[in-house]
């Protein structure tokens, strides 16, 4: 059967540091909720309590099922320092199949609790 690509997406978080960025990466591809996590160096500008703030900041970029998201998200505030992490999905709408069933296998069937 050929999963749907509507069935993956991206999961964006942005984290303070590249030590809690590779942490919180390492353990969504350990519990195999990721498949795979990019992690890019970005400049943040956001209001957070009225006040304009620009940090530097990591990005992941987390390829994984649409149907692990509740699970990841669950995860990832359970590692992530800020009151109110950046978590959000993006589907796949498209992709190269052979990538795609690559995400497939390696998040698939493991005893998630």
């Not at 969504?28 to 500008?45: F, P, Y």
């Not at 992941?60 to 999905?89: G, R, Y």
């Not at 199949?97 to 390696?106: N, V």
Request: hydrophobic share 40%; proline share 4%; aromatic share 6%.
């Amino acid at each position: 059967m050929n999963p749907q690509q509507s069935d993956y997406c991206l999961v964006f978080v942005s984290a303070p540091s590249i030590a809690k960025a590779k942490e919180i990466a390492t353990t969504l591809v350990e519990t195999r909720l990721a498949a795979c996590v990019a992690i890019a160096e970005i400049d943040s500008i956001d209001v957070w309590d009225g006040k304009i703030n620009c940090d530097r900041k990591w990005q992941l970029q987390i390829k994984t099922k649409s149907d692990l998201f509740s699970q990841i998200s669950i995860k990832i505030k359970s590692i992530h320092p800020d009151e109110v992490p950046e978590i959000i999905a993006v589907p796949i709408t498209s992709g190269s199949q052979s990538y795609l069933d690559s995400i497939e296998e390696r998040v698939k069937q493991l005893d998630r609790d």
